[in-house]
């Protein structure tokens, strides 16, 4: 018995058997008339961390993508900033709104039409909106960018362009960015670094880099090995008063951190950031050697006639003796000490500077920049005497 199925402004009549009217076969006992078929169907939908990442991180669940209960705090202070394509609940975790979508033409009549065979599929259709045929000779004229593959299995693809010519739909960036500040086993986090506008870009607050881009940042991946890590806002952020966007990768035994958990000198990682209405942007970087363990001050703050101690690996202590590496220390006032200022000791495993050398009270950076790890970044506070 022949049927009709309409979408929008298509329509297809189909059969379980072959008959005059409906003479193609589109799968074992599901036949169609012969007919200009549409190249996709295009729609949106909203997907949880877990299916937005499927391509990428098929090993992860949603439950790998639950926020702790400190980042949640930090979530509170500093909340997300796209408010357009990104939802985070307690209950959901993060969810991301409006994701380009397409479906091959005949998977998604095969699919549609023979139900209990895909179910999967069944159920991703149902989440759909503004499910649309588009015909080859109007995708050119389509105003899209990259849209992720809903496959007839029900699960979905990497971002693909449909045709070239949607390049031409996003503002360019990538060269107005660049990437700076390496950091490594920085504060929680094993690896961490910046992007910021290049000077001539004039973006020099907050209110500019959130207006220009920022606020239109809705991903953010590290790729090492073909091993991708998704961060999730706040392991990306930006905030005030500054004008760049910052990451880390948290040093913690986490399913989705696995791939950095270990890494060897010179292996090489490519940073990637997607935002609504831009192209994605791209960096790639080589690591430095992995520290056994992350160096470590004697305390979080001091007091003038105490000496400061820090216990680092040997091999960066011998590049300070040699000086092949680079020792600072940078103020309340934003004077820069230097190794030629310092007043420094280097015994067996250990830094040594004395704090009377250090005139203001407030917060201060310690900066070691080695050949062989990178650069190490330390805050520490020099108090008033007895108000430690």
């Not at 360019?172 to 910046?194: D, T, V």
């Not at 706040?234 to 880390?248: A, I, V």
């Not at 010179?266 to 160096?295: C, N, R, W, Y």
């Not at 690996?313 to 000490?337: H, M």
Request: aromatic residues 12%.
């Amino acid at each position: 018995m022949e049927h009709t199925l309409t979408i929008e402004h298509f329509s297809i009549h189909y059969d379980s058997h072959k008959t005059e009217l409906c003479p193609i076969q589109l799968y074992p006992s599901l036949y169609v008339e012969d007919t200009t078929l549409p190249r996709y169907f295009i729609g949106t939908t909203t997907m949880s961390a877990a299916l937005f990442y499927q391509a990428d991180c098929p090993e992860l669940t949603d439950e790998d993508y639950q926020l702790s209960e400190g980042f949640q705090q930090i979530l509170h202070r500093f909340p997300h900033t796209n408010q357009e394509q990104l939802l985070f609940t307690l209950e959901n975790g993060y969810q991301w709104k409006h994701v380009p979508i397409y479906i091959d033409a005949k998977d998604y009549l095969i699919g549609k039409l023979l139900p209990a065979k895909f179910n999967d599929l069944q159920q991703r259709l149902k989440d759909i909106q503004q499910l649309t045929p588009v015909f080859a000779d109007g995708l050119p004229d389509l105003d899209s960018y990259k849209r992720k593959r809903l496959f007839i299995s029900g699960r979905y693809g990497s971002r693909e362009l449909l045709v070239p010519e949607h390049k031409k739909n996003v503002q360019a960036i990538q060269k107005k960015l660049h990437y700076i500040n390496e950091l490594y086993s920085f504060a929680h986090y094993s690896y961490a670094a910046m992007i910021e506008f290049l000077p001539e870009c004039e973006i020099t607050t907050y209110d500019a880099f959130h207006e220009t881009y920022g606020k239109y940042i809705y991903s953010f991946t590290i790729t090492k090995n073909d091993q991708t890590i998704p961060l999730l806002w706040p392991d990306y952020l930006y905030h005030q008063p500054e004008n760049h966007l910052e990451f880390g990768v948290l040093d913690f035994p986490s399913k989705r951190y696995t791939a950095f958990n270990d890494w060897q000198a010179g292996e090489e990682i490519m940073i990637e950031i997607l935002a609504e209405g831009f192209e994605d942007v791209h960096f790639k970087t080589t690591l430095k050697k992995k520290l056994s363990k992350p160096p470590q001050l004697s305390q979080p703050s001091y007091q003038s006639e105490e000496t400061l101690t820090l216990t680092v690996t040997e091999d960066i202590l011998k590049e300070l003796e040699k000086q092949e590496a680079s020792l600072e220390i940078l103020d309340p006032k934003k004077s820069i000490w230097n190794t030629e200022l310092l007043d420094y000791q280097i015994s067996e495993e250990t830094l040594l500077i004395s704090c009377r050398q250090f005139e203001h009270t407030g917060r201060y950076q310690l900066k070691i920049n080695s050949k062989d790890y990178g650069q190490l970044l330390l805050l520490f506070a020099l108090m008033e005497e007895n108000n430690k």
